[in-house]
Nanobody
Framework: QVQLVESGGGLMQAGGSLRLSCTAS????????VGWYRQAPGKQRELVAV???????NYADSVKGRFLVSRDNAKNTVSLQMNSLKPEDTAAYYC??????????WGRGTQVTVSS
């Protein structure tokens, strides 16, 4: 059974930093695409950053230069370092894994709230 356990998130003032982490189990993590999506109230879920297996990391334009995604295949972990946070970054953040055959898995989400 695949499980994704997220940690981090919380309340931060604009300009601050937060770090999210997601640890996966029950899956061959090293050969999967991994990353983060987010969903703000009343909006569709959107890509934040994805680290494909063997390909270039993909970031949303809105977070380029501020957020950094990284993966540790030895620990089955994907992390998201969020710097220079803005109120518009407020959302529920979801860990994401896509297997090489296209099956997708999602974490339960962790809330990030940025106050102005």
């Amino acid at each position: 059974q695949v499980q994704l356990v997220e940690s981090g998130g919380g309340l931060m003032q604009a300009g601050g930093s937060l770090r999210l982490s997601c640890t996966a189990s029950g899956i061959i993590f090293a050969i999967c695409d991994v990353g983060w999506y987010r969903q703000a109230p009343g909006k569709q879920r959107e890509l934040v950053a994805v680290v494909p297996n063997g390909f270039t990391t993909n970031y949303a334009d809105s977070v380029k230069g501020r957020f950094l995604v990284s993966r540790d295949n030895a620990k089955n972990t994907v992390s998201l370092q969020m710097n220079s946070l803005k109120p518009e970054d407020t959302a529920a953040y979801y860990c994401y894994i896509r297997t090489f055959v296209g099956v997708e898995y999602w974490g339960r989400g962790t809330q990030v709230t940025v106050s102005s």
